[in-house]
């Protein structure tokens, strides 16, 4: 009876694990779970509300960011459609509130929920604050989320500096992954990055900004 009774539970554990690990692995070794959750740096999300228009390619990987700010940048939606490879299809929807408008001392602050239709696996909260420093030509940023698949929280920042009227310079952290690059802007709200991720993965980004 005993014998029995234990082969049962390893039966059962074992269809569980069976069901379970595939999900657990998906969710842990995507590697753009934490990227693109709206309008952006290079991929982590920012603490400011806009609306725009973005190709993404990382290194053969193409996808396009459509994102809409509303009730004058209190809301963003925004929606990430993968092109190609594993993920070809997919429509990730993106939200942000924000929480504290940008003044002369205090930062921008919103709350956000990334994958809000759970096409990559479970929902990503996070906060993401910002504060541009004018004299400086420095904007910085910084935020906390929550991993869906251990529920710790963590922290991801970044910084951006212009160098020049259409340069700027920038580099991000999220989920240890390092990402730095260039941004340039040819033409108003059109801006073109080009960058590496963990020097490795290149990434180019068009962004088409709109103010209305």
């Known amino acids: 009876m005993s014998f029995s009774l234990s082969l049962k539970r390893t039966l059962c554990s074992t269809i569980f694990l069976v069901f379970l690990l ?61 092109m190609n490879d594993a993920e070809k299809g997919k429509n990730v929807v993106n939200f942000k509130l924000k929480m504290i408008e940008e003044d002369t ?26 504060k541009s420093v004018e004299t400086f030509g420095v904007t910085l940023h910084a935020g906390l989320y929550k991993d869906p698949v251990s529920t710790d929280k963590k922290a991801f920042f970044a910084f951006e500096k212009m160098i020049f009227p259409l340069v700027t310079v920038g580099a991000e952290r999220i989920d240890d992954v390092d ?14 990055e080009i960058g590496q991720r963990e020097q490795k993965e290149e990434f180019y980004n068009l962004n088409y900004y709109r103010s209305y």
């Open 22 to 82: 595939p999900a657990l692995v998906s969710a842990q070794s995507n590697p753009r779970r934490f990227q693109y959750m709206g309008t952006s740096v290079f991929s982590i999300p920012t603490g400011f509300t806009r609306s725009a228009m973005s190709y993404i390619n990382d290194s053969g990987h193409s996808a396009a960011l459509f994102s809409q700010s509303l009730l004058s940048g209190f809301i963003e939606v925004s929606m990430l459609r993968h």
């Open 179 to 192: 990402s730095y690059g260039i941004k340039l802007s040819p033409y108003p709200g059109l801006s073109l």
């Open 105 to 130: 001392l205090i930062p921008s602050v919103v709350w956000g929920v990334s994958d809000v239709n759970t096409q990559l696996g479970s929902k990503v909260f996070y906060f993401a604050a910002s």
